[in-house]
């Protein structure tokens, strides 16, 4: 009876203590992170914003550039979770840098790069996201629920980007939606998906909610679930992001890496 005192007594505490939460919580990063290769350090920041990340003038020049871009089509990316959006993709590693700088498609990208490449990464994927206005709705995302592990690498493990810098290039002036919402490592991702009863997103709401402005630059962690928010612009304005995920590979990786590539075959995997 005592004993059984004491059993009730410590689960209440630990209960009341956020225990099951919190155990709940190192089971998913166990879980996660033993089917995930993750650079990422414990200090790294969620998210960091910079605003007016270039100076007025090269921004108008980078985005009218990424706006009017040649490779841009009518291609549909991967419809599993990328159905509203377009653009193209660029894969390259340390050795495939003289290949990007002088391709003259990619000019507009290489001062992006420049100016937010991590100095200890040897891998990049950079990609132009144009997301269509779709029939907005509290439930209606442009991107859904996903990891950056675009590199590619035939693994049974994904291999996860270090870091992922967005520069909003476009922003309908009267956009209502079209958010990037972020959650740290920590959470399942079904935790996060749609729940038909409650209509809410999940049962956990993001831990960083970034409404894109021009020319702002948002950095996050590699490791972190993301999507975007679908949008409406009443003026049919387009929502235009330049993304590059941010590799670190140990040697053994690295090889498998692609030197140099530029995909715009339709249903493409990006972002």
């Not at 549909?76 to 159905?83: K, V």
Request: hydrophobic share 40%.
């Amino acid at each position: 009876m005592v004993a059984t005192t004491v059993c009730c007594v410590v689960l209440s505490v630990f209960v009341a203590s956020g225990g099951f939460q919190k155990a709940s919580s190192w089971l998913a990063a166990t879980l996660y992170s033993a089917t995930h290769v993750i650079s990422c350090t414990p200090d790294q920041p969620l998210v960091v914003r910079t605003e007016n990340f270039f100076s007025e003038a090269d921004f108008k020049n980078i985005s009218s550039c990424l706006v009017n871009h040649p490779l841009i089509t009518n291609n549909t990316l991967n419809e599993q979770g990328f159905g509203n959006t377009r653009g193209f993709l660029v894969k390259m590693n340390e050795d495939g840098l003289t290949d990007f700088r002088s391709d003259e498609r990619l000019t507009c990208l290489t001062r992006f790069f420049d100016s937010a490449r991590l100095t200890e990464a040897n891998a990049w994927v950079m990609n132009l996201l144009i997301c269509d206005s779709t029939e907005y709705s509290r439930r209606n995302v442009a991107v859904g629920l996903h990891l950056d592990d675009t590199i590619g690498i035939n693994s049974i493990w994904k291999h996860l980007a270090h870091q992922v810098n967005v520069l909003y290039a476009s922003v309908p002036d009267d956009m209502v939606g079209g958010e990037l919402e972020v959650w740290s490592y920590n959470h399942t991702q079904e935790a996060l998906q749609w729940d038909d009863l409650s209509e809410v997103n999940g049962t956990v709401p993001p831990d960083e909610l970034i409404t894109p402005v021009e020319n702002t630059m948002v950095a996050f962690r590699g490791d972190s679930w993301h999507q975007v928010r679908g949008y409406k612009a009443p003026h049919r304005g387009l929502r235009i992001s330049l993304v590059m995920e941010q590799y670190i590979k140990s040697p053994a990786h690295y090889r498998f890496t692609h030197r140099f590539f530029v995909q715009m075959k339709s249903k493409m995997e990006m972002l």
